[in-house]
């Protein structure tokens, strides 16, 4: 029998010639019969198939994101030029070098003398202390809380840490006077007496070693004021360093310092240092705390940490008499200008630092 009466023979409805008459063999589909069930469930009714659905909803929240976004830059670039402006008159008409000059007298406004060499120099050094005690202070608290405590101690003592932020800063800066200063005293003067010979620990422009209105006391009450800032932040980022990570660490033997020196500190080092350049900004803008603490002097400072003086904020709520002539304003309103320059200089820097550290290295 030949290979044509086997075809004949066969029944129908069976193989892949079913359906189709008997000799004749059933074509097969092309791709124009071919259609996929994603592509017909993804068109929106009423569009051609394969087009690019783009719904309302989408628009809506691009829209709101990018506005919002633009927002905060258009907000931020108006409150410097708005410095700016008002700052221009005033030192157009200041008799001092307003950068390289600490006189401070603004209360004739047709004769204006007014520099803020002071006032950065209070400012900075105790923000600087504040920093250089608050940051390790809070790398531990973070560490100890996300890697040795055990959750039902780390979960209250978050809380804990979390409230010194929600003290106010005029609760801060009484304590700080009333109580915190005569505590520092004895400090104070072994710093001034074994290492008087380093100019930053020297007396300084005032009599407030004893009284304790110094830069040093200012720059301890606001470590404890950004302690809870950095801690947070640090916090949160030690909690994210991945399980897989910790766990093959400690497989291999690894002590548990070894997996925070090895694993958790490489994973959340440049949440750390943003965490503690928020905690700078913070510093460098407190008022009222460095108000009640700091002296009004304007000596000439012996850049030690035990100067008195005021920084830019203070200055300015010290000032705020002041605010009834416009040429007046724009002097405090200058220094405030400088301010703002320092905490995007603050800024720029923490980004650089992240950037050099480089990102998710391990």
């Not at 560490?143 to 003592?157: D, G």
């Not at 510093?283 to 100067?307: H, N």
């Not at 203070?314 to 040429?327: C, D």
Request: charged share 15%; net charge neutral; aromatic share 10%.
């Amino acid at each position: 029998m030949t290979d044509s009466t086997r075809a004949d023979t066969r029944p129908a409805g069976t193989g892949e010639d079913a359906g189709a008459p008997r000799g004749v063999s059933a074509p097969s589909p092309g791709p124009e019969a071919t259609i996929s069930a994603p592509e017909t469930t993804a068109d929106a009714p009423g569009t051609s198939p394969g087009k690019k659905v783009v719904r309302i909803g989408d628009r809506v929240f691009s829209s709101i994101a990018t506005g919002s976004g633009a927002f905060v830059v258009v907000l931020i670039a108006a409150i410097g030029i708005f410095l700016l402006i008002r700052a221009v008159p005033s030192l157009q008409v200041n008799n001092e070098s307003f950068l390289f000059s600490g006189v401070w007298d603004t209360r004739n406004p047709s004769n204006l003398h007014f520099g803020v060499l002071y006032l950065a120099w209070i400012t900075v050094a105790s923000s600087l202390v504040a920093l250089v005690l608050a940051m390790p202070i809070s790398c531990g608290i973070a560490l100890f809380l996300t890697q040795y405590a055990p959750r039902s101690l780390a979960r209250p003592f978050a809380y804990i840490v979390d409230l010194l932020a929600a003290v106010p800063s005029v609760i801060y800066g009484l304590w700080g006077f009333l109580v915190l200063a005569p505590v520092l005293k004895p400090i104070a003067l072994w710093l001034n007496t074994d290492l008087g010979f380093i100019p930053l620990f020297a007396d300084g422009n005032s009599d407030t070693l004893i009284s304790g209105g110094n830069v040093f006391t200012a720059g301890v009450v606001l470590a404890v004021m950004i302690i809870p800032t950095i801690t947070g932040v640090s916090r949160e980022v030690f909690q994210r360093t991945p399980t897989s990570h910790i766990e093959g660490a400690l497989a291999l033997g690894a002590t548990r310092w070894e997996v925070v020196r090895t694993t958790v500190w490489p994973f959340g080092r440049n949440g750390f240092i943003g965490g503690s350049m928020l905690g700078l900004g913070r510093a460098l803008g407190e008022t009222m705390a460095l108000t009640i603490i700091l002296s009004a002097t304007f000596d000439a400072p012996r850049y030690s940490i035990f100067d008195a003086g005021a920084t830019f904020a203070s200055k300015i709520a010290l000032g705020s008499g002041e605010f009834n002539n416009n040429m007046q304003v724009g002097a405090y309103i200058s220094a405030g200008l400088v301010l703002f320059i320092i905490t995007f200089a603050v800024n720029a820097l923490a980004r650089w630092i992240e950037s050099a550290s480089g990102k998710g290295k391990e």
